[in-house]
């Protein structure tokens, strides 16, 4: 499968408005800027990500094709454990074919999360059936 993270944005000064029917981020110059669209043939996860202070890049929302789960509590994101080895994140769309990061960085945002634990596991449900007829 493949899945892709999206730059959504600094932290302090977009998380507080982040809403599933964001579509643009603030950015350090004072200016809202769009999000991009997301690359063609994504078709597992669209994760959606900001910088914090000290370059810390955490996942603050989690869609597939039928839910938009925009997490209350933050999750830093681990290189490697989260979206692969060898896979940068930048302000581009970055697309991810590592369905392991993938489940590991669902679980533990589900962990942080427990008041979305629901809609979070039954992304992960979608997953899991997606991911097994392959």
């Known amino acids: 499968m493949r899945h892709a993270f999206m730059y959504a944005g600094g932290f302090e000064k977009n998380f507080p408005k982040l809403t599933t029917a964001t579509a643009s981020f603030e950015g350090s110059d004072g200016q809202q800027h769009a999000y991009a669209p997301w690359p063609d043939g994504v078709n597992g996860l669209r994760i959606s990500f900001m910088e914090k202070a000290g370059k810390k890049f955490v996942v603050v929302r989690i869609a597939d094709d039928t839910s ?67």
Do not use: C, W, Y
């Open 68 to 134: 938009d789960v925009v997490l209350h509590n933050e999750m830093v994101l681990v290189p490697g454990e989260h979206f692969g080895f060898g896979v940068h994140l930048h302000g581009t769309p970055t697309v991810v074919e590592d369905n392991i990061a993938i489940m590991k960085l669902l679980e533990d945002a589900t962990k942080k999360n427990v008041a979305h634990s629901d809609e979070l596991l039954q992304i992960r449900a979608r997953f899991k059936a997606a991911n097994t007829k392959h």
